[in-house]
C-alpha cells in the first residue's frame, strides 16, 4: 500500500487493527453481506501482554492464542481485561486432555476440538465447573498433513457427537485455509467447511442449534474467507507485522 509505505509515522497496531475491520467490511459488502456477520479474532501468538492490550485497546474484543503454554504465560497479565468482559479468548490451537484444566482458567471457547475423546474431557471438566465452553469442530480442508483436524468426511458425525455433551455448546466449525496461492483452491475448502456447517445445521440434531459460526481466513485469505460465508477471521500478521520464523 504505497499511502502507508510513504506515510510519516509507521503504523501502529491500532492502526493496523483499523486496516484489518475496513478489509473485513470491503470483503462483506462485496460479498453482499452485512459486516457486523463477520468479527474478528486477533491471533497474538507470540506477541506480549502489553500487544494484547493495545489491540484490545484498539477495538478488538476477541482474541486466540494458538498454544497452551502462551496463553497461561500471559493469563494472568490480561486476567483484568477478561474479568472486565473487556475481551475474550479462544484457544485456537492444539490441545492434550491433559492441558484441559490450564485452558479453561482463562478460554471460554476452544476452536480447535479435533476427537471426541478432547471433548469428552472438556465436557467434564465443564460439568464439574458447572459452567459452559464454546467449542468448534476443527476441519483439515485442505488434507496437508501438516494441519490438524479431523476431515471434511469425519467432521459431521464427530460434531453431532460433540454436541451432545453437557457443558460444551457447538458454535460451529473451524479450518486453516490451504496453503496455496491459487485463490480457487482456497476458496474450495471454505467452501467445503460452509458445507460440513450447513449440513450440520439442517440435521435439526440435538445440541446444533448453535452451530452456525464458520472461522475461517487468516492475513492472506480473509478476503476469500469472507466471500463464503466466514463468520469469524482470525488474524495475526496484518495487525502486528510478520512474526520471527519459529
Ligand atoms: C497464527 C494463526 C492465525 C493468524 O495467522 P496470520 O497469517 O498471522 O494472520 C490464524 N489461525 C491460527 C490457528 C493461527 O495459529
Redesign the pocket.
Known sequence: MPASATSPSPRTIADRYAEVVARVSDAAHAAGRDPAEVRVLV?T?TQDADAVREVVAAGATLI?E?RVQELTAKADAIADLVAAGAVTVHL??PLQRNKVNPVLATATGVESVDSLALAQALSSRCVRDARTLDVMVQVNVSGEATKSGTTPDDAPDLALAVATLPGLRLTGFMT?GAHTRDAATVRAGFARLRGVRDAVAASGAPGTEHARELSMG???DLELAVGEGATVV?????VFGA?PPA
Open positions: 491471533a501468538k486466540g494458538n485456537i490451537g486453516i487468516m492475513s492472506s482470525r488474524v495475526g500478521t496484518a512474526r
